[in-house]
Structure formats: C-alpha cells, structure tokens
C-alpha cells in the first residue's frame, strides 16, 4: 500500500504500539504490521449506536464532540452523499479536475488517504478527523453525514460542498451488496430483510430519504452543488462541466474527455488506487462483493420482486410527498 508523506502523518500516540513492533521485527513491513493491527480491529462486527436517532458506529459516536467541532476552512472541498451514491466517483472527478488531467497524480496514493471522511473514526483508520485536520490545504474532504449533523464550521466558514444523489432503489442495491462485503459493518441479512431496514431508516447512514431531502432543501441556502448519479452515467461532460463552474476552473475540451475516460466505471474498476482492494480481506472480502459492482442505474430490477417493489413504491411515495426533489429508477 503506498503511503504519501503529503498525505499521511502517522500520529504516536496512534500508532506507537505498531512503530515498536516494527522496531522489533527488521522482516516485517510497518504496512504489513499495521494491516495485522486491522485485521484484528476489522475482523468483527462493529458495535452500532444512535446519534441523534441516526445510526452510527459506537467509535464514531465516542468521538462525536471532536467530530461536530471539526474546523472546516474556507478553501476546503466537501463531497457528501448517502452511502454508495457515487461520491468514490466524485472524488476521482474531482482529483482529476484539480490535477489539471494528470492521472498520475492522482494514483499516487489511495482514495481514502486523498480525501478522509471527517466522520469515520476507527483507531487504524487513517480516515478519521485527527487525519483530516492534518491534511495539507487546500483540502478535499468527504461526509456521509445528513445534513443536519455536519459540523457547523462548514456552514460558518461556506464551504463549497458537491452533493451527490442517487435512486433509492439502486442505492439499497448497492448499500446492501456493500454489506455483505464489507465486514465490519452490520450483517445484512437477507435481501428482503436489508429493504425493510432501509425504508425505516435503520442502517448506518439513516433515512435516505431525509438524507437526499435535507441536502436539497439546504442548497438555495449554502454554496452547494447537487448533482445526480443518473445524470452523471447519462452525460459525463455536461455534468463535469457543472463541476468545473462550481470550482470556478477551466480546462481543454481534451483534457475533460481525458477525465471522463480516466474516471469510467470499467477504468476505475482496475484502479486499485480507487477500487480499495489493497484493504485486507478481513476488512472488504472482494470474492463476496467487488467494492465496484457494477454502477449501472436500473441494476435494482435485476434483484427486487414483483411484490419488493410494489411495496417499496408505496412507501416512497409517501416519505417524497411535498418535495421538489425527483429521481430517476433508470436512464
């Protein structure tokens, strides 16, 4: 796993145990020994704790003072969205844009290390906000978080953030084969049992619908850009053109074409600095669900029943009463 200086700085009192048994064992890697300390970390089931009704790991709800007073800066980058809408996606459209096309910038170093998310707080986690205090500005950072719980200096300092929404009915997909593969997080159950638990909102992350809801009705209000998953699959250039007038940045037509092809679903898939396969298999078993499945809208018909989405249907119906806010199942 490469490791960047400009990126990573490893505090001691995180990883002091790791630094001495290195000391100790010229054979091993400090890769190698911190990979065993995850292992051992991610090898079970994360306890699950509610944070003002939202569901979220207990580490992150035991840092959640330090994490609601996380100070945002003016020049900072926020990409949000709901869980397995596309922000991975978002963060390669955006590292490309700000690397001028230069795609060897941007695989010098993983995702996760490129741009930390302020809210997931695991000891051995390099993404957690003692990290992303310490990355270098201007920062591009990321959140998971509804609206509701970002930390207020994001809103104090406006921050530009790029919102990234995608269908229910393909995130549930998703969030649910995420589920499986990533070991840490709660098992998902059955199919049928992870839909239910995602209509009532009781999955890390929350209601999506309040999630998708919340950011919309807060973007009159805060320099945010909403942009949709479908829109994107859609046409790449005319929504990384929004991207480009949001950041108040210009590039070549030759250059765009160059991220659109660098930042495709087939070419990111064999990236492993963006397809996470460099995790150890205890954290993400690949052979259960590849990180990147298949990204295309409309997969969700090839896993709901008749009955799923009639169901399904009703109940969204009911929770997207009275919003301007409209998605598309399919392109």
Not at 137 to 155: D, N
Not at 195 to 213: A, P
Not at 285 to 292: E, G, L, T, V
Request: hydrophobic share 35%.
């Amino acid at each position: 796993m490469l490791l960047h200086s400009d990126y990573f700085n490893p505090r001691e009192t995180d990883f002091q145990g790791v630094l001495e048994l290195e000391s100790c064992c010229h054979t091993m890697s400090l890769e190698k020994v911190k990979n065993a300390q995850l292992n051992e970390e991610f090898g079970q089931e994360m306890e699950v704790k509610e944070i003002n009704g939202i569901l979220m790991s207990k580490a992150t709800s035991d840092k959640w003072d330090k994490i609601w007073n996380f100070q945002a800066k003016p020049n900072d980058l926020l990409i949000a969205g709901y869980l397995k809408s596309g922000t991975t996606w978002m963060q390669e459209i955006v590292d490309m844009i700000q690397n001028d096309g230069d795609e060897e910038k941007c695989q010098q170093v993983e995702i996760y290390h490129r741009h930390p998310i302020i809210e997931w707080s695991q000891r051995l986690y390099i993404s957690n906000p003692e990290f992303a205090m310490e990355v270098p500005s201007p920062r591009i950072l990321k959140t998971h978080l509804p609206v509701q719980m970002l930390p207020p200096s994001f809103w104090k300092q406006n921050t530009k953030i790029i919102y990234v929404a995608r269908n229910a009915k393909d995130c549930v997909v998703s969030y649910y084969h995420f589920s499986r593969m990533f070991i840490p997080f709660p098992t998902p159950g059955s199919l049928e049992e992870f839909i239910e638990k995602f209509m009532n909102g009781r999955v890390l992350c929350g209601s999506w619908y309040d999630h998708v809801k919340g950011w919309w009705d807060k973007r009159d209000k805060h320099p945010i850009l909403y942009l949709f998953y479908e829109d994107m699959k859609e046409n790449p250039k005319r929504e990384i053109q929004k991207i480009l007038n949001f950041l108040e940045k210009d590039l070549s037509e030759e250059i765009i074409n160059k991220i659109i092809y660098h930042t495709s679903f087939d070419i990111m898939k064999q990236n492993p600095m963006v397809n996470y396969t460099y995790f150890p298999k205890t954290m993400m078993d690949h052979s259960i669900s590849p990180f990147m499945r298949k990204g295309m809208p409309g997969d969700w018909k090839n896993h709901f029943t008749v009955a799923q989405n009639e169901k399904f249907d009703e109940d969204y119906k009911k929770k997207m009463a009275g919003t301007t806010l409209t998605f598309r199942a399919e392109i």
